[in-house]
């Protein structure tokens, strides 16, 4: 499994955990010295990717690394779940168009906040998300 | 840089407390948009300022500063999907007038130059692209004009008028005799376009010799034939299915004579639903209208009527309208 590469995981499966994982998140992206508005933006695209496991898959995880090649420093975090899938990726990476009914950031909003973003999902066996963030 | 900028802005307004420094600050917010700075963003260079400006901000101070940044967070998102949003809204606008310009070439009709009957025409888009067609065939002395309206408006009525031009353009032999004409296009109406989709028509045709002007309609808006000896007006009546709904129908063929200065008068629903707040306008305010103008030529009226309804509906149309008007000269 792809969670096994990584540092450290929070599982999703209360709300609670959710905060669990911002704060895990905010923590890693201050010791790595990303500034006050990076580690926000951290911790509410972390959020997002808690909740979207929360509201439709039930269950899942957050995971998170660090990353560094020769010059930069960065945050990597992996969202996980064996929820029922997305069938049209396209269509959920339109601006404008968020399941959640409008609110939140949807997918789009957290590329936005991100330098990299990949999903994968298969109908009916879950998606998986990540997401990287380099200091500048 | 920005953050340098901001913290004089900001200490010059905390000693001057004057318009001036807020007036700066409105130019800074102005300059921060154009360089995509988001929201949150300005929250957290208004933090920076502060603590370096005050670097003993009571603790309370400094924490409920960054609750504040958290706050805005959603908000620098929602912006920047704002502005992604606007550039394709204006790809999209840009596509639509591309495809309204080739609208026109392909539909484009000139109005005939004979010496017996005086024209005039106007139709104009409610929104971009036009659902209404109007298209004239001059044939020596004599003159053919089809009127027609796409159930529906904007890019689907629009495509669907290039086929009936193209339709029409393909029975040279039929064009003086407007039943004809009206059969023909139902059938070709009938197997190209979806269920549910309708298109009303008229189509006439002048004969200079007789001073003749025989007419069909698919359903379309009755016109009008002005009556110069009596100085009256009369609905041309008309029986006929719109085109696409059967495939084998048949059009009541009609004709009036012209004497000189009598007008016959075609148009859309665009002109009759006309409304005035919530109210349609009346058949006579139209006549009205012409009448108002009659001393005109026929393009003058059309104008001028165009131009009063248009004042009507404060500026907006609300669905394309379109306006003919044929007058023996001599």
């Known amino acids: 499994m792809m969670s096994k590469h990584f540092q450290s995981c929070i599982p999703i499966q209360k709300e609670w955990d959710i905060v669990a994982a911002r704060q895990q998140g905010r923590d890693i992206a201050k010791k790595i010295g990303f500034g006050s508005v990076d580690q926000a933006r951290i911790a509410t695209a972390i959020s997002e990717l808690a909740r979207n496991i929360y509201l439709y898959a039930n269950k899942g995880q957050i995971c998170f690394d660090y990353l560094e090649d020769m010059e930069h420093k960065g945050i990597k975090i992996l969202a996980l779940d064996e929820g029922p899938g997305i069938s049209d990726i396209s269509k959920v990476m339109e601006d404008g168009y968020t399941t959640s009914g409008g609110l939140g950031a949807g997918l789009p909003g957290i590329k936005r906040l991100m330098d990299h973003f990949d999903i994968d999902s298969e109908e009916g066996k879950g998606t998986e998300v990540i997401i990287e963030k380099w200091l500048r | ?330």
């Open chain 2, 1 to 330: 840089m920005v953050l340098e900028k901001y913290k004089n802005l900001l200490k010059n307004y905390l000693q001057s407390k004057d318009e001036t420094a807020l007036y700066r600050a409105d130019q800074f917010s102005k300059q921060s948009l154009q360089q995509e700075i988001s929201p949150d963003e300005i929250v957290q260079i208004h933090i920076d300022a502060m603590q370096d400006l005050y670097p003993d901000l009571p603790e309370d101070m400094r924490l409920s500063l960054h609750f504040l940044l958290e706050t805005m967070i959603s908000y620098g998102i929602a912006h920047h999907e704002f502005r992604a949003l606007r550039e394709k809204q204006l790809e999209l606008k840009y596509e639509i007038e591309v495809a309204a310009n080739m609208q026109n070439t392909l539909l484009n009709t000139v109005i005939p130059d004979v010496e017996e009957l005086d024209i005039g025409a106007v139709s104009v888009a409610a929104q971009q692209m036009n659902g209404d067609y109007y298209h004239f065939i001059q044939d020596h002395r004599n003159v053919g004009v089809a009127v027609a309206d796409v159930i529906g408006k904007g890019i689907p009525a629009a495509l669907c008028m290039s086929m009936i031009k193209y339709a029409l353009d393909t029975y040279p032999d039929n064009l003086s005799s407007p039943k004809t004409i009206l059969k023909l296009l139902n059938r070709v109406v009938e197997r190209n376009v979806e269920p549910g989709m309708f298109i009303t028509m008229f189509y006439g045709f002048y004969n200079d010799e007789d001073h003749s002007f025989h007419y069909a309609s698919a359903g379309h808006e009755p016109g009008l034939f002005y009556d110069a000896s009596s100085d009256s007006f009369e609905k041309m009546e008309t029986k006929g299915i719109v085109l696409g709904v059967e495939e084998n129908t048949s059009y009541q063929q009609y004709s009036k004579i012209l004497s000189v200065g009598d007008m016959i008068i075609l148009f859309t629903d665009g002109v009759t639903e006309c409304r005035r707040g919530d109210q349609f306008i009346q058949t006579e305010e139209i006549l009205d209208i012409i009448k108002q103008y009659i001393h005109m030529s026929a393009q003058e009226i059309v104008d001028h009527v165009y131009r009063y309804f248009e004042r009507l509906q404060d500026f907006d149309l609300r669905d394309d309208f379109t306006l003919i008007i044929l007058r023996r000269n001599s």
